[in-house]
């Protein structure tokens, strides 16, 4: 079958892969009818994360048919249409119990790599990395999806596979971030990051009651998305000083709920900028936590950073304004089979259409030139769909 392989930074190919196959009787195969590149894809794709190899099938937002069931799915069966959450869960353990399923100890086999990398091991999720898994992805024509009764949601409904397909990813995260930020009715939130992540954390934050929402980013198109679409304030961080301008919005006092939805690879100006080139250039920390910081800097005492971006290692940040500013950090992964069904029913009462953030549409074929096109931000392009 055709897939998109990773081949080293900046080196995504078409390739030629074997077709997955049922390995253990809880598993399904999904034929692909669409998928989406991610803003965590593009931290594989400029080689930020460790334990990638030649070939790695990538993708972890996609949609499809299924094809086959092993002996023991019970919910599932042939023809199908399901949205496949990125990330991989047993269902059983007592971190998916307690609904922390990207927490799952059961479903990363390379636990161990991670273990003592980090203490303790995350879930496994498609295609992104051998360390959480070495899972394939599903920018592929078929996908090998382990405990499927836990983690595919069936999409029957008839909606268009844009409408629906979000949910596998950029939905979800959008609103956990939202979720983890404590928002309280009428509070002010401000969201770093205008990407896919960014448009949905602002978006949730007024179903979640915010009444006021600011956006930064550089971009403009994303920022209009943010002020047409998000009904935000934004600031553009290339001609403003972030801090000063937060500041006076609010009186001084900052935003009561931050969201970094950037992550890792945060453009950073000035010295402090230069200073995360610099470190990361010469390994003395893994991530360029600019956003980090400057959300820490700007949040109103006691108010709370919700940190949906995605960081790798060992980080830079000033733990003690954290401490004195005693603000409540919240993070990880999202807990994606959580939000499946209530999230999928705002979009058949019609609360949400999700396919707003749709720019490009095109054939898997095509997955390598709209690598770099997500990634440069060029032809004003937001989120990628891939047709197999
Ligand atoms: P994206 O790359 O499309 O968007 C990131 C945006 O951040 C860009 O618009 C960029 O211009 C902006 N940006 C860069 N530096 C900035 C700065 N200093 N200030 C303000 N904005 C800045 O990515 P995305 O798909 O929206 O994902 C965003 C982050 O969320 C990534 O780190 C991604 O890995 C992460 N993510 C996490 C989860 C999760 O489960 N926690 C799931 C999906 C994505
Ligand atoms: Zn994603």
Known sequence: MRALTWHGEKDVRV???????????????????????????????????????????LGHE??????????????LERGDRVVVPFTISCGSCWFCETEQYSLCDNSNPNAE??????????A??????????????????????????VGPINVDSGLPDEQVLFLSDVFPTGYMAAENADIEEEDTVAVWGCGPVGQFAIQSAWMLGAGRVVAIDRVQERLEMARSHGDAETIDYENEDVYDRLMSMTGGRGPDRCIDAVGTEAHGTGLDGMSDRVKTGLKLQDDRPYVLREAIKCCRKGGTLSVPGVYLGRTNIPFGSVMNKALTVKTGQTHMQRYLDPLLETIEDGEIDPSFILTHRADLEDGPDLYETFNDKDDECIKVMLTP
Request: hydrophobic share 35%; glycine share 12%.
């Open 113 to 122: 790599m991670a273990r003592k990398m980090m203490g303790h091991s995350p």
């Open 15 to 57: 390739d030629e892969v074997p077709k997955p196959e049922i390995v253990n009787p809880t598993d399904a195969i999904v034929e692909i009818t669409a998928t989406a590149i991610c803003g965590s894809d593009l931290h594989l794709y400029n080689g930020k994360m460790p334990s990638m190899r030649e070939g790695d099938v």
């Open 62 to 75: 996609p949609m499809g048919e299924i094809v086959e069931v092993g002996s023991e799915v019970e919910t």
């Open 124 to 149: 496994g999720l498609f295609g992104y990395s051998h360390m959480l898994g070495g899972y394939a992805g599903g920018q592929a024509e078929y996908l090998r999806v382990p405990y499927a009764d």
